[in-house]
């Protein structure tokens, strides 16, 4: 078996943990878990496991002119995250949360850099982009007006927006930053941040909610979630980037809302309405269009 066979396998199991994970924080939620603690642990456990590996490998520190960098991405990509993730999966379910988390980042990163960089819109890209506005709705609403009466999924998805734009300005803001350090010791820091910050969370849940359990699948969803998903996961998935272009692994993040679908109806007997899973088409090929419009734009350049 050759290297590059052999890093396709670890970012196919990558995909496959991190798909599932949505499935396994919605059976423990089911039982009764608290969304915000699901987070705490997960961070809590990976935080502990990326401390060991600062201690053994003493990489280069966090520099004090990076201080604030850091702070805002373990702000936005743990701290607020995966407070908004683990409750769209609570009030939407799995398979919504992963479709409109997933496809829609690549969307408002492209939004970002527009705005950012006065980049010039091309007419395939507008098409893009209004495929996967009306493909986010039907996934959202199911391609009915009824959800105004169904509270919960409409926050729900509205969430899982709100998470696509936290993890596209994780992206975009955190490139300067983190490409001074090595990607494992980058994430520790922001694991250490981000764990902290959820803390005041945790608390305000725990006073407000008042009655909370953590039944065996807590503790499963913590294990799955910490060592799996955020340490093995992150590992990988940098591993393929060593060997691999940029765009062959990024391709694979595509497949991640598959997975959830087929995970949900394994392990939980969901399924996902087809107008639903017609506008999770449509967002990934509006996803599509905006990326083949970016290379032709580039070509008449």
Known sequence: MNQTTKLYLLLAFTILIWGNSFVAVDVAIRDGASPVLIAMARWTLASFIFGLYVMWKRPKSMQRSDYRGFVALAFIGVGVYYVFQYYGVKLAGPSVSSILVTLLCPIVIFLISYTRFGERVSLLQKI???????????????GTFSFISNRDELIGGVFGVVCAIFWALYTVGGKQILRRYDPVSSTAYISFLGTVMLVPFAIADVEIVGNFSFPPSFWIAALYLGILCTVLGYVFWFRALTGLSASATGVTLYFEPLVTVIFAWLILGQTLGWIAGLGGISVLAGVVLVSRGQHVGAGNR
């Open 128 to 142: 893009g982009l209004a495929v996967s506005t009306a493909g986010a709705y039907l996934v959202i609403t199911n």
